[in-house]
Each structure stands twice: as structure tokens, then as C-alpha cells.
């Protein structure tokens, strides 16, 4: 069981950047695979990240260079650090994690979400 709250969405311009938090609670958030996903209105929702526990970390095209995942185990944080945000990162972004350390691609634990706005 893993229990996942995103914050630090909000307003930003083009070319700014943005830090969103991921608080997890649970045993498997240590060792789980975790992600990141946004859903723009009229859109399906997009993989942007993935990264399992040994520090592998893949992401989609759309924020490959702009974006980073971090992980503070500690703490139990995920982290998305967003650069050069531009327009069309508009949308709601959730943080996931599976219910193993194995990665499926869809996970079976999420968040609430948080609004991220960009404006040009």
C-alpha cells in the first residue's frame, strides 16, 4: 500500500520553471516504481517519467532536456524539477508508483493530482 499527495503546481511563464512534490507514505514507496503523468483538457493522460529504485530514470519526448525526476527516500519524496516550461506543459500532473518494484507502466497507486499553468 502506497499513498501518494502531489503540491507546488501553479502559474508560471514560458521559459520559467516550476518544482512539483510528491509526500508517499507507505513500505513499497522505497522500492516501488514511481512516475510521473500529465493530462491536458481534451487529451489522454501522458506518461512524462519513470524511475525505478536503482536510479533508472526514462522520459517521454515531449519534456526529455527540460524535465528531471529526483527521489529523497528519507523523506519519501518524489520530485519532477520542470525547466524551459512552455505553453503546451499546461495540465494536470499526478505522481504514481506500482504495487512492486517492477515496473508495469501503469500504476496501481496515485494522487490527487496538481494544476500546472504556463502562459505565454
Known amino acids: 500500500q502506497v499513498q501518494l499527495a502531489e503540491s507546488g503546481g501553479g502559474s508560471a511563464q514560458s521559459g520559467g520553471s516550476l518544482r512539483l512534490s510528491c509526500a508517499g507514505a507507505?513500505?513499497?514507496?522505497?522500492?516501488?516504481?514511481l512516475y510521473w503523468f500529465r493530462q491536458a483538457p481534451g487529451k489522454e493522460r501522458e506518461r512524462i517519467a519513470m524511475r525505478t529504485n536503482r536510479g533508472f530514470a526514462e522520459y517521454a519526448a515531449s519534456v526529455r532536456g527540460r524535465f528531471a525526476v529526483s527521489v529523497d527516500y528519507p523523506t519519501q519524496t518524489l520530485y519532477l524539477q520542470m525547466n524551459n516550461l512552455r505553453s503546451d506543459d499546461t495540465a494536470m500532473y499526478y505522481c504514481g508508483a506500482d504495487a512492486s518494484e517492477y515496473c508495469s507502466g501503469s500504476p496501481n497507486y496515485w494522487g490527487q493530482g496538481t494544476q500546472v499553468t504556463v502562459s505565454s
Open positions: 507507505g513500505s513499497g514507496f522505497n522500492t516501488n516504481c
